[in-house]
Nanobody, 122 residues
Framework: QVQLVESGGGLVQAGGSLRLSCAAS????????MGWFRQAPGKEREFVAA????????VNGDSLKGRFTISRDNAKATVYLQMNSLKPEDTAIYYC???????????????WGQGTQVTVSS
């Protein structure tokens, strides 16, 4: 049974930082690409960043690329999202997801975590 458990969310002031973690179990972690998505109230889910099983990463959009970094530790079966210079518009529930992809990103992600709330106050 695949499980993805996010942690690290919380309340932070604008300009602050948070690091989200997602611990995976029940899968061969290094063969899965891992992604972070977010969903703000009243908005559709948005792709944030992803990293292949071998560590090739991508971050969505110019507004995030200079502030968010995705990384993974295959030995710990954990993926991270480092978020710096947070803005109120980053407020959302952040979800971790997994999909097969050792060297590339999948077309869709098969497994999802429960999400962790990130709230950025102005």
């Amino acid at each position: 049974q695949v499980q993805l458990v996010e942690s690290g969310g919380g309340l932070v002031q604008a300009g602050g930082s948070l690091r989200l973690s997602c611990a995976a179990s029940g899968l061969t972690f290094s063969t899965y690409a891992m992604g972070w998505f977010r969903q703000a109230p009243g908005k559709e889910r948005e792709f944030v960043a992803a990293v292949t099983g071998r560590g090739g990463s991508t971050v969505n959009g110019d507004s995030l690329k200079g502030r968010f970094t995705i990384s993974r530790d295959n030995a710990k079966a954990t993926v991270y999202l480092q978020m710096n210079s947070l803005k109120p518009e980053d407020t959302a529930i952040y979800y971790c997801a997994a999909g097969l992809g050792t060297y590339g990103l999948p077309k869709s992600f098969d497994y999802w975590g429960q999400g962790t709330q990130v709230t950025v106050s102005s």
